[in-house]
T-cell receptor
């Protein structure tokens, strides 16, 4: 079956670094997305990994290991506005984007 | 402005009264999809469409219908809504085709603002 696991909640303080893990077991794999979603709003694109390794984009980085079915999103220099849900999603070509249930990150001062 | 629009944004209706939620994108995207989002369950795909006149069921299609007569529009139809369809609905679109387009993954999905539906 299809399964994507993420921690439900995480907390961190401003200026810190946080790592949100995602493990997946899916019937197909053509890439992994991370989306950010603020409460009541639409998800917005953060990163995309299709090959193993680290993709860095400003304060955010995403890592993928296909052999381990594992990804993480790394957020540096946390700001209050980073309080949101972070969604891991596996892309299967020609069909669907399968989402995990999301990780709610709370950043405090 | 490139965007995905949904209407209505909020709707309260009663059981059994047919309704349609519209979705439109102006990016000439081939792929469009509908999701529902419920607390503790995350985003679940209802239906998707690879192109005009091509639609397929997602994970939770029961109670819903879709059509794709034009590339830009992908309406979601609830023929006889029930209270368990109370949810937050998102429409999304992407270029599809994989690879990169202008540095952005062709399969990145752009989401509409959401429609909050309550069925009494």
């Amino acid at each position: 079956g299809q399964n994507i696991d993420q921690p439900t909640e995480m907390t961190a303080t401003e200026g810190a670094i946080v790592q949100i893990n995602c493990t997946y077991q899916t019937s197909g794999f053509n890439g992994l997305f991370w989306y950010q979603q603020h409460a009541g709003e639409a998800p917005t694109f953060l990163s995309y990994n299709v090959l193993d390794g680290l993709e860095e984009k400003g304060r955010f980085s995403s890592f993928l290991s296909r052999s381990k079915g594992y990804s993480y999103l790394l957020l540096k220099e946390l700001q209050m506005k980073d309080s949101a849900s972070y969604l891991c999603a596996v892309y299967q070509a020609g069909t669907a984007l399968i989402f995990g249930k999301g990780t709610t990150l709370s950043v405090s001062s | 402005e490139a965007q995905v629009t949904q209407n209505p944004r909020y709707l309260i209706t009663v059981t059994g009264k047919k309704l349609t939620v519209t979705c439109s994108q102006n990016m000439n995207h081939e792929y469009m999809s509908w999701y529902r989002q419920d607390p503790g369950l995350g985003l679940r795909q209802i239906y998707y469409s690879m192109n005009v006149e091509v639609t397929d069921k997602g994970d939770v299609p029961e109670g819903y219908k879709v059509s794709r007569k034009e590339k830009r529009n992908f309406p979601l139809i609830l023929e006889s809504p029930s209270p368990n369809q109370t949810s937050l609905y998102f429409c999304a679109s992407s270029l599809e085709g994989g690879g990169l387009a202008g540095g952005v993954p062709g399969n990145e999905q752009f989401f509409g603002p959401g429609t909050r539906l309550t069925v009494l």
